[in-house]
């Protein structure tokens, strides 16, 4: 298959702004990561210091408190799924469907 001189550039380029994309979010990520990491030690230099009073649990909140999120919003998109698809076996085979 023959590519011309103007495909060529628009794969180029859409492979430019896709990795241009990647790397964006990358070093986001990494920002992001540093910047709840600052917080806890933050939070972590309050408590040792008498400033705040919060439980430990509170002030080490920045390290578990987004995987908790993630895992949390997986599972009520998940779990709905499962209990949705079992209702639908269950009739399928109430009825006497073959699946």
Known sequence: ????????????????????????TTWFSLVLGMCIFLLFLLFLAFK????????????TIPLWGVPA?????GCLMIIPAIIIDLIVLGWNKFKGDKI
């Open 69 to 73: 999120f993630i895992i949390a919003l």
């Open 48 to 59: 040792i210091a008498g400033i705040i009073l919060w439980s430990w649990w509170l002030v």
């Open 1 to 24: 298959m023959y590519i011309d001189n103007h495909d060529w550039f628009l794969t180029k380029m859409a492979l430019s702004i896709f990795l241009i994309f990647g790397a964006i």
